[in-house]
T-cell receptor
Framework: DTAVSQTPKYLVTQMGNDKSIKCEQN?????MYWYKQDSKKFLKIMFS???????INETVPNRFSPKSPDKAHLNLHINSLELGDSAVYFC??????????FGQGTRLTVV | TQLLEQSPQFLSIQEGENLTVYCNSS?????LQWYRQEPGEGPVLLVT?????EVKKLKRLTFQFGDARKDSSLHITAAQTGDTGLYLC????????FGTGTRLTIIP
């Protein structure tokens, strides 16, 4: 059983399109995150949710909208995709910031 | 300003050698986590250190938390090709803030 699963693993799309990435965790964790990893491998937090409530929004353009229908899911919707959005996006979950578990990542390429 | 600086940024060594990588901050932190990320995968937690001066061992990996809780190191003994990867330290805070990473390559 995969602890944190995100789909799709690869996403290639044209500029201006809208796309979604889904994430689910079966660990019973209360906190979920979205991170962006750039070409230099730096992992930067985008959003953090605790019990479905947004607690961290790190100066991310409002084209990015997370949605948490329940504690086990945190989806990421991106509107009007731009070239600079190309990166690997990771979903993760933890219990109060301790011992995070990550998904396999979604490699987004905007052309 | 990056809260956690890791050094070196890149490291390539021969199989069998020893190495140490570092994670430093100008601030005191309550706990620190080390992760390893392999290509095409997400980071995987290796260890959490909580107490100043703490030393934890995981087979050939030794993790140390500085006495002042502002720095940490990871020492690998007799490196193997399977140790190749990106090593990340992270603060155990609300944001789970990650360091800049060390890309380690073990050459057969």
């Amino acid at each position: 059983d995969t602890a944190v699963s995100q789909t799709p693993k690869y996403l290639v799309t044209q500029m201006g399109n809208d796309k979604s990435i889904k994430c689910e965790q079966n660990l019973g964790h209360d906190t979920m995150y979205w991170y962006k990893q750039d070409s230099k491998k730096f992992l930067k937090i985008m959003f953090s949710y605790n019990n479905k409530e947004l607690i961290i929004n790190e100066t991310v353009p409002n084209r990015f909208s997370p949605k948490s229908p329940d504690k086990a899911h945190l989806n990421l919707h991106i509107n009007s995709l731009e070239l600079g959005d190309s990166a690997v996006y990771f979903c993760a979950s933890s219990h109060k910031g301790i011992e995070a578990f990550f998904g396999q990542g979604t490699r987004l390429t905007v052309v | 300003t990056q809260l956690l600086e890791q050094s070196p940024q890149f490291l390539s060594i021969q199989e069998g050698e020893n190495l140490t990588v570092y994670c430093n901050s100008s601030s005191v932190f309550s706990s620190l986590q080390w992760y390893r990320q392999e290509p095409g995968e997400g980071p995987v937690l290796l260890v959490t250190v909580v107490t100043g001066g703490e030393v934890k061992k995981l087979k050939r990996l030794t993790f140390q938390f500085g006495d002042a809780r502002k720095d940490s190191s990871l020492h690998i003994t007799a490196a193997q090709t399977g140790d190749t990867g990106l090593y990340l330290c992270a603060l155990g805070n609300e944001k789970l803030t990650f360091g800049t990473g060390t890309r380690l390559t073990i050459i057969p």
